[in-house]
């Protein structure tokens, strides 16, 4: 069982960044991997990026070299650094994570990025 809360989504301009939080209700080091997902209105799912246990990282295109996904282990977070964001990056946000055979996810934050 686990829970996961997003936070530090937010209103910001073409060009600027954010950073989000995962944190959740257990320590990190017990599960082996957590992802980003997002979800734009009347747009499926998609994935964004992985951080796995030994350090590996894994991003999706669209989004290779402006995001960063890395661990806080003092926060016990899940943290995406965004970058030269987008319009087309606006959607709400969710961090996935897998424990015990069973996929968790949190709320969601929503990140807008427009004039």
């Known amino acids: 069982q686990v829970q996961l809360v997003e936070s530090g989504g937010g209103l910001v301009q073409p060009g600027g960044s954010l950073r989000l939080s995962c944190k959740a209700s257990?320590?990190?080091?017990?599960?082996?991997?957590i992802r980003w997902f997002r979800q734009a209105p009347g747009k499926e799912r998609e994935w964004v990026a992985s951080?796995?246990?030994?350090?590996?990282?894994n991003y999706a295109d669209s989004v290779k070299g402006r995001f960063t996904i890395s661990r806080d282990n003092s926060r016990n977070t899940v943290d995406l650094q965004m970058n030269s964001l987008k319009p087309e990056d606006t959607a709400v946000y969710y961090c996935?994570?897998?424990?015990?055979?069973?996929?968790?996810w949190g709320q969601g934050t929503q990140v807008t990025v427009s004039s």
């Open positions: 996935q994570a897998n424990y015990v055979g069973r996929d968790y």
């Open positions: 257990r320590s990190i080091f017990t599960i082996n991997t």
């Open positions: 951080n796995r246990g030994g350090g590996n990282t």
